[in-house]
């Protein structure tokens, strides 16, 4: 069974730093984090593919970088300047070279004073 493992999240104040990593089982072709908050749809934060090419939600570009190891399987995202509404539930998601879907459980980040 394909197992992404997350962690890195927690409590900031506003104008902190947090890093976020996401591990896999297998390799992924497609690694992204997506975020939601209660009663709201998940949104895609930031997606990397296995070239290296990223792409950003709006709200984010500028201040949240996303990154990969591909030898570990893992990818990161390093948030800078975090601001209250970047508070969410920040779920890894991987696509294998195969086309499947896979998620995370979910890391909480607060950003909060």
């Known amino acids: 069974q394909v197992q992404l493992v997350e962690s890195g999240g927690g409590l900031v104040q506003p104008g902190g730093s947090l890093r976020l990593s996401c591990a896999a089982s297998i390799s992924i072709f497609t690694f992204g984090w997506y975020r939601q908050v209660p009663g709201k749809q998940r949104e895609l934060v930031a997606r990397?593919?296995?070239?290296?090419?990223?792409n950003y939600a709006d709200s984010v570009k500028g201040r949240f970088t996303i990154s990969r190891d591909n030898a570990k399987n893992t990818v990161y995202l390093q948030m800078n300047s975090l601001k209250p509404e970047d508070t969410a539930v920040y779920y890894c998601?991987?696509?294998?070279?195969?086309?499947?879907?896979?998620w995370g459980r979910g890391t909480q980040v607060t950003v909060s004073s």
């Open positions: 990397i593919v296995s070239g290296g090419s990223t």
């Open positions: 998601y991987s696509t294998s070279w195969a086309g499947l879907e896979y």
